[in-house]
């Protein structure tokens, strides 16, 4: 069984750091590439930053541009997530997600593995 697990969540100041972990226990479960996404209570899931297996990043959320960095060590298959200068409404369960086979189009809208979820609480 395919399993997603996030790490690395918790509490921090605003103007402060926390970095998240994601580590995919099958190779093959991110053949295509990974993602991270966030949710806050009563909205939408939406979508961060997405890195593929060739390293092509991109950052879908503008509000994080410039914040929050996507990479990766593919030998331990493992995605990270760096936020710095953290914002109270960065308060939310992040999420990573992992899509298998090949990375064609959109693909990050065809998610094929969630993990169950990281809670941030940013306070000021």
């Known amino acids: 069984e395919v399993m997603l697990v996030e790490s690395g969540g918790g509490s921090a100041q605003v103007g402060g750091s926390l970095t998240l972990s994601c580590v995919a226990t099958?190779?093959?479960?991110?053949?295509?590439?990974m993602g991270w996404y966030r949710q806050v209570q009563g909205q939408r899931r939406e979508l961060l930053s997405t890195?593929?297996?060739?390293?092509?990043?991109?950052t879908h959320r503008p509000s994080v541009k410039g914040r929050f960095t996507v990479s990766q060590d593919k030998a331990k298959n493992t995605i990270y997530l760096q936020m710095n200068s953290l914002r109270t409404e960065d308060t939310a369960v992040y999420y990573c997600a992992a899509k298998r086979y090949y990375c064609t189009g959109s693909w990050w809208f065809g998610m094929d593995y969630w993990g169950s979820g990281t809670p941030v609480t940013i306070s000021s």
């Open positions: 890195i593929t297996k060739d390293d092509d990043i991109i």
């Open positions: 099958s190779h093959a479960a991110a053949s295509c590439g």
